[in-house]
């Protein structure tokens, strides 16, 4: 199966010890929106009920025909056969993540704001590089800061796609995407929207 290109919306989880119901109404919105990733981060359920919730999502995500990114959990993007996974810096290398999981998984890196990091997973074998944070995010408050003109930089080292995070919203997602971001990874600019389906097709819309 051709995997598919990085690009458009890619929606991240906010997995909270709230309602479960909710998260797939969130994250069903989204996708009707047109998000085309998924990427399942849960910072807070234990194995077995992370299997469960990303079962549901990875239907989810076949119904609409998008693809499911697992956060830095190898094991269970294996068990589900999801479409890829995302690494951080303190998470596996990506030799043995495409050793274990094969060509036909997407790989994701996180590059922060340096452009080596990707330069490096390019040579590796990543299917995309992510960098940020953009913005101020408080979902990592802490993260490092990253000049907008490193994506267009980026365009002229790197033949990946680049995923642009941090703080990303309606109003400044359409700055990064003309700098050359390919996707826009959002989780609070999303989910936290009052209308989360019509947030996502103005967000997917940049990409039209």
């Known amino acids: 199966m051709t995997k598919p290109p990085v690009q458009g ?40 009920a992370r ?11 076949r119904e609409y025909e998008s693809s499911l990114i697992i956060n830095d959990d190898i094991g269970l993007c294996q068990k589900l056969n999801a479409d890829g996974i995302h690494l951080g ?6 030799k043995i993540a495409r050793e274990q999981l094969g060509e036909e998984k997407i790989i ?8 080596q990091l990707a330069v490096n997973a390019q040579q590796n074998g990543a299917d995309y590089v992510a960098f940020g944070s953009f913005y101020s995010s408080s979902t990592k408050p802490k ?9 267009s930089e980026a365009k002229t080292h790197l033949m990946l796609p680049t ?7 309606v109003d400044n997602g359409k700055a990064l995407v003309d700098a050359g971001a390919d996707a826009l990874a959002l989780i609070n600019g999303l989910f936290a929207a009052d209308d989360i389906e019509m947030t996502a097709t103005t ?6």
Request: proline share 1%; aromatic share 8%; net charge negative.
């Open 51 to 61: 299997q469960r919730i990303g079962h549901r999502l990875l239907m989810l995500c």
């Open 108 to 115: 994701g890196v996180s590059c922060y704001n340096q452009l």
């Open 143 to 151: 993260a490092v800061n990253a000049p907008i003109e490193l994506l």
């Open 203 to 208: 967000l997917s819309n940049y990409f039209s």
């Open 9 to 48: 919306l890619y929606a991240i989880t906010h997995v909270t010890d709230t309602n479960e119901e909710q998260l797939f109404e969130n994250v069903s919105a989204a996708l009707r929106g047109g998000a085309r990733f998924i990427q399942y981060r849960d910072k807070i359920n234990a194995a077995n």
């Open 163 to 169: 995923v642009a995070i941090g703080g990303i919203t």
């Open 89 to 94: 810096k303190d998470d596996m290398t990506l």
